[in-house]
């Protein structure tokens, strides 16, 4: 056995990962969950999700790689440690495959649990191997610049700020970008859930540019630790090609995402499966397990508005994008963990009175107060509450402190409840009679009856 | 005096303050660049804390070990003093950076995600030591964080254990953190770190 492959046995059980190897576990499973409903387990979602884990691992093995890196300076050992017949770009190495080992092992834990219950669940799809592995790359390159970090700045207060500053600007460079190709230089932009789904699988997949990136970035940070420790041809050179494989990769993801055209192209083709209830309802047939409850929802919300003018005589799990939709269909997306039921009937009410005609692209006008009350006293009526996930419907003007929209929030819902009161064969004559005013925002909160 | 400056100097207090003080500007540069928005204010609602706990609990760590315990002066009320100065002027801090906020509930907020990952991170030193002190805060709090947008339009309300992500008016979270802290910061005080070297990697 090597003199490398003993010091990283020693290496890694004197890690902190180890220590910290059940929280990271918990984060790994924790931050692989995806979001499907009960009954739906989809490849293209387990993938990414096992992927998204490792935005949440990367920061904790960042910071300690950081605090592994200035180890040996804390304990006063550095000189000692020097005399060491091995080099120190070897040692630092070594350090760094330890922490990033438990990481790793944390990783495929967390996501083996998903990945199982996927074999055993699935209903759509295949798994996406390019995305699990770029998750992998990711946690190199989070522990690469942590361990950096630490070489670069040794102090106590070096591995909580590194970890904060992972989580951070990644995070935030992502979040903040919309419209930005800047923001696809993030590990969130790979793992993010517009880029996956049963329409089109996982697309556009950037898994491979984004893990060559990482790998750059890793290799970088990683040769000017070892160029801080000592200069040397070696170090450098591994500088300049990471640098050069970084650019290059770099430059393949900073690129405006594909446009309609090239999504209808990629589209799978599949078949709806349906049922009716009240209005025909249809979704994808990896959804097949949802679809009695969302035809509920969706039956539900409609009912007592169903045959007015501009309401849709059908709902669809479908996405305008890529191909223009049936006369008459409003487009929905099946209820999931963060989109619940509630959101499911908040947004069909929406769509319905406040989104303008329900098969307009691009983003519905803010939703009068008038309309807002409206949609609230519809989603009520079927005994889900608009409030309990912060989606209720929701003016984006007329008010400026968040006392003022609080206030403005209770009349809307005064305004719902005194509708709901209203005897239903009057109040179905007054939505015939002034629907098409109210979908045009004409209305206020004292015109509703 | 001259041990409580002593015992301060021991703890970073200064580099301690400093370090809320530039986290307090990180959260201040946050309000200002973003005006007008307060959905975008999360991060830094949760970060700014985050960082300043952080920094709270790894200046909890003794160099000294069995030496203090030796001490003749009770190390509790040095303790409290310490973790209750530190605490308090970054608790100012924060404050004072949110004033131009456009929330309402930015100064609880904060103070109530200080309180508790300050008490996470006590008890995280008492198990695992000071200088390791961040580790229970900052993964917790980034598993609130991912696991909560903002409560407002557009949102989705968080879990009730994501307390870092409740509007400042929620009762239950303020109850949590409250708890949190006063369970680490007594913890801390009466028995003071973990100073064994074992789990210091």
């Known amino acids: ?449 | 005096m001259n041990l409580v400056s002593l015992y301060l100097q021991a703890r970073f207090f200064g580099p301690a303050v400093v370090g809320g003080g530039v986290t307090g500007c990180f959260g201040w540069i946050w309000g200002w660049r973003h005006p007008g928005d307060p959905t975008v204010l999360w991060p830094a609602l949760v970060f700014c804390p985050l960082a300043a706990a952080c920094i709270l609990g790894v200046s909890t760590y003794s160099p000294f070990g069995e030496i203090e315990r030796t001490s003749s002066y009770p190390l509790a009320l040095l303790r409290l003093g310490h973790l209750g100065g530190v605490f308090g002027l970054n608790s100012l801090i924060l404050v004072t950076a949110s004033a131009s906020w456009p929330r309402s509930d930015a100064p609880l907020v904060l103070l109530r995600n200080l309180a508790g990952f300050a008490g996470l991170a006590c008890l995280c030193a008492l198990v695992l030591g000071g200088r390791l002190a961040w580790l229970l805060p900052l993964a917790f709090g980034m598993a609130a964080y991912l696991a909560g947008g903002s409560n407002e339009e557009g949102g989705w309300r968080p879990a009730q254990w994501a307390w870092p992500m409740q509007s400042g008016a929620d009762p239950v979270s303020a109850l949590i953190a409250v708890s949190t802290l006063l369970v680490g910061f007594g913890a801390v005080v009466l028995f003071g770190v973990n100073e064994s070297r074992e789990a210091e990697g």
């Open chain 1, 1 to 449: 056995m090597t003199r490398g492959w003993w010091l990283l046995r020693i290496e890694t059980r004197r890690s902190l990962g180890m220590w910290i190897l059940p929280a990271m576990v918990l984060l790994a499973w924790y931050g692989g969950r995806e979001r499907s409903p009960d009954g739906v387990a989809l490849w293209p979602d387990t993938s990414a999700a096992i992927g998204r884990a490792s935005v949440l691992l990367g920061p904790i093995i960042g910071a300690a790689a950081a605090w592994a890196a200035y180890r040996d300076r804390r304990r006063r050992m550095d000189e000692l440690v020097a005399t060491m017949p091995f080099s120190g770009i070897g040692r630092d190495l070594t350090v760094w495959a330890a922490t990033l080992a438990w990481a790793c092992l944390a990783y495929v834990l967390g996501g083996a649990y998903h990945f199982v219950m996927t074999v055993r669940d699935a209903t759509w799809g295949e798994p996406s191997l390019s995305l699990m592995v770029a998750g992998i790359v990711a946690l190199a390159s989070y522990a690469a610049l942590g361990f950096f970090a630490g070489t670069l700045l040794p102090s106590v207060f070096t591995a909580p700020l590194v970890a904060i500053a992972l989580y951070l600007v990644p995070g935030m460079a992502f979040s903040l970008n919309h419209g930005s190709s800047i923001r696809h230089l993030s590990p969130w932009s790979a793992f993010d859930p517009s880029r996956y789904g049963v329409l089109h699988g996982v697309w556009p997949n950037d898994a491979v540019p984004l893990s060559l990136w990482l790998l750059g970035l890793a290799g970088a940070s990683l040769a000017g630790g070892a160029l801080l420790r000592r200069r040397s041809v070696a170090a450098g050179a591994v500088l300049v090609g990471s640098l050069v494989i970084g650019v290059a990769s770099a430059s393949a993801l900073v690129r405006p995402m594909p446009g309609p055209e090239a999504a209808r192209a990629a589209l799978i083709p599949y078949e709806p499966t349906c049922t009716t209830n009240v209005v025909p309802v249809c979704v994808h047939p990896a959804y097949s397990a949802v679809l009695d409850r969302t035809a509920t929802v969706v039956g539900g919300v409609l009912e007592p508005i169903v045959g007015l003018p501009g309401v849709a005589d059908r709902a669809e799990q479908y996405a305008y994008i890529y191909r223009p939709p049936p006369e008459g269909t409003l487009i929905i997306n099946p209820y999931n963990e963060f989109n619940g039921v509630d959101h499911l009937a908040q947004a069909v009410a929406g769509a319905t009175i406040s989104g303008g005609e329900p098969l307009a692209g691009g983003l519905p006008p803010s939703p009068t107060a008038a309309q807002c009350a409206v949609e609230r006293w519809l989603v009520r009526r079927i005994g889900l509450e608009p409030n309990s996930r912060g989606v209720s419907c929701m003016p984006s003007t007329g008010y400026e402190t968040f006392l003022e929209y609080e206030q403005l929030n209770v009349e809307i819902d005064e305004a719902a409840a005194r509708f709901g009161d209203v005897a239903p064969s009057q109040r179905r004559a007054w939505l015939e009679q002034n629907f098409f005013r109210l979908r045009a925002g004409e209305l206020t909160l004292p015109d509703l009856p």
